[in-house]
């Protein structure tokens, strides 16, 4: 289904009743925020498993109190051997007369809070600043739970209590420690879970005040490989000339995965464009620490280097070390390289290009033979879905800016997980954070203002889903 461009607009009169709605739910939605983050639950093993269930329970009453849910329950998935998940919380109120079913994602663990001497503000104790709160989750991600709630509560003061839009909600417990559990957590959970559309409220604005949609993330593929040309060490003096070493074959397979400009080499790899957004490169100099005189790689705009085309790093040699090296031709040396992958592209596909590259490219004819390997996939929203034209008007509409299509250069590995299980969802990464809002490390902040628009924006992707007939 498509929308007209009229329909995805919102007008002036619907734009202030939602500011209106959320601007008298606010004060409440930011004491929330502050009663979740004072309960520190991280999902490693060296923290405390209660602040976790604790954490988890004050989501779970924060999604009933709404009183829109038919269900509303903390559970955990079972996976692996006998191994059980961190506790989650779902609920659901089921669509009526053809409205969508609408999946509200976020996740209720936390980051460690890292080195405390860092933290300006006490870690867990939210902390109001120039604008910001902060505290470790602030941003990261319980301002997305509690988006999410605020949006459902707007919703009700909108539309009333009989509103027909179908709402799930999966609050995860464990994403900062990988979502192991979350593929088993999908399975076991899909009939609470399905919907048409799913909003993943976890990745970032582009600026507090210009909102973002993150459409594309870059994928991985990494593979270990061994350069061999001798079936045993020599003495260099007698075999040293005639004879090459398999630390030189390495080297210089290795030179051939960049071209003189940095970019990758290798053929057959998929390479997209990135919208065009000012990127101060002085300040990906600083961020990264880059030496001065030292030339960034690559052709394209940073933002096409980052998010839409592929990277290549050689992440290990094991070789001989320098302490223990005598003079000897090495018969074989392993190394791994990892690949970002652009968005759009297959891993297999970028695996096999990779391996090609490397067996015809090894000199000397040194054999090359291959190990482990590890494949993420990228991701790439369908811009043609109504979903996504709805959200991105809604976000426009409640920031006052055209709201942006923003890449990840990483991955959001749970996303592929996401498009397996539910192939015909549209999925929106949407988000709170903002470049200065630091998750991950001390002085995590949200930008009350960019969280009240995620907020508004919300609220008026949610009405207008309530009035489109779908199914
Ligand atoms: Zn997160």
Redesign the pocket.
């Known amino acids: 289904m498509n929308l007209s461009p009229e329909s995805s607009k919102f007008d002036s009169i619907t734009v202030t009743l939602a500011k209106e709605k959320v601007a008298a739910r606010f004060p409440e939605a930011i004491a929330r925020l502050g009663s979740l983050v004072r309960i520190p639950g991280i999902a490693w093993d060296a923290f405390p498993a209660e602040d976790l269930e604790r954490s988890a329970t004050a989501v779970a009453e924060l999604l009933t109190s709404t009183g829109v849910f038919e269900t509303v329950e903390v559970r955990r998935a079972t996976y692996g051997n006998d191994k059980v998940g961190a506790p989650a919380v779902v609920a659901r109120r089921a669509a009526r007369n053809g409205r969508p079913q609408i999946l509200l994602y976020a996740?209720h663990d936390v980051q460690p809070p890292g080195d405390k001497s860092e933290w300006k503000t006490p870690e867990f104790e939210p902390t109001l600043m120039d604008g910001r709160i902060f505290a470790r989750g602030a941003a990261?991600?319980k301002a997305?739970i509690i988006a999410h709630v605020t949006a459902i509560q707007s919703l009700v003061d909108l539309a009333g209590p009989d509103f027909e839009i179908g709402l799930s909600v999966f609050v995860e417990g464990e994403?900062?420690a990988g979502s192991p559990s979350f593929r088993a957590f999908l399975d076991q959970n899909r009939d609470i879970l399905e919907a048409d559309v799913i909003v993943v409220a976890?990745s970032a604005n582009w600026t507090t005040t210009i909102p973002a949609l993150t459409t594309t993330l870059r994928g991985l593929v990494s593979q270990e490989f061994e350069v061999r040309t001798l079936d045993h060490a020599v003495h260099s003096g007698m075999y040293g000339g005639p004879i090459p070493d398999a630390m030189t074959a390495m080297i210089r397979l290795l030179a051939t995965l960049h071209d003189e400009n940095g970019n990758v080499a290798v053929r057959g790899l998929v390479e997209g464009k990135a919208a065009e957004l000012e990127y101060d490169e002085a300040a990906l100099r600083t961020d990264s620490g880059l030496l001065d005189g030292v030339e960034l790689i690559g052709d394209g705009s940073i933002l096409d280097r980052i998010w839409t085309k592929p990277a290549l790093t050689v992440i290990g040699i094991d070789g001989m070390n320098v302490a223990t090296s005598s003079n000897t031709l090495l018969p074989a040396v392993k190394a791994k390289v990892s690949m970002r992958i652009a968005p759009g592209q297959e891993p297999a596909e970028a695996l096999t290009a990779l391996r090609r590259h490397l067996s015809e490219n090894a000199p000397f004819g040194a054999r090359v033979e291959f190990g482990e390997v590890e494949l993420g996939k990228p991701f790439k929203a369908d811009d043609s879905g109504w979903a996504k034209q709805l959200a991105s008007g809604a976000l426009s509409a409640a920031f006052g800016n055209e709201s942006v299509d923003i890449g990840i250069g990483g991955s959001i590995p749970f996303i592929a997980d996401l498009v397996q299980v539910f192939p015909n969802a549209q999925i929106l990464v949407t988000g709170v954070e903002d470049a200065d809002s630091r998750?991950h490390s001390p002085n995590e902040s949200v930008h009350l203002e960019t969280l009240r628009g995620a907020m508004v924006a919300e609220t008026l992707f949610l009405a207008k889903g309530n009035e489109l007939r779908i199914n």
Do not use: L, N, P, V
Request: charged fraction near 60%.
């Open positions: 996740h990261d991600d997305g994403e900062e976890d998750a």
